[in-house]
């Protein structure tokens, strides 16, 4: 069972950035894809950005040219680095591992992400 560790989370102004990291507890032989998912209280969780492991990436509307996803393959990690961020952008961040051909997607504990205006 693969075990996704996340950190980064914090308080943060609007305007300013966070880096948020995403460690996978084993190494990722297949070919996956990771990325972060956001869920406010009482909301549906939602795409905020996946990469590949050949790094094609996928960001959501919302977060496009704030927000950067790159991930380290020998590491099984993933980052987001989040830039001029609002209060909208306050959820709790999740952290997702699907290896293809996998039936079960992986998903980390969560990282609380505030961002007061």
């Known amino acids: 069972q693969v075990q996704l560790v996340e950190s980064g989370g914090g308080l943060v102004q609007a305007g300013g950035s966070l880096r948020l990291s995403c460690a996978a507890s084993?190494?990722?032989?297949?070919?996956?894809?990771m990325g972060w998912y956001q869920q406010a209280p009482g909301k549906q969780r939602d795409l905020v950005a996946t990469i590949t492991s050949g790094g094609t990436t996928n960001y959501a509307d919302s977060v496009k040219g704030r927000f950067t996803i790159s991930r380290d393959n020998a590491k099984s990690t993933v980052y987001l680095q989040m830039n001029s961020l609002k209060p909208e952008d306050t959820s709790i961040y999740y952290c997702?591992?699907?290896?293809?051909?996998?039936?079960?997607?992986?998903w980390g504990q969560g990282t609380q992400v505030t961002v007061s205006s």
């Open positions: 997702m591992l699907y290896p293809f051909g996998s039936l079960k997607t992986h």
């Open positions: 084993e190494s990722i032989s297949s070919d996956s894809i």
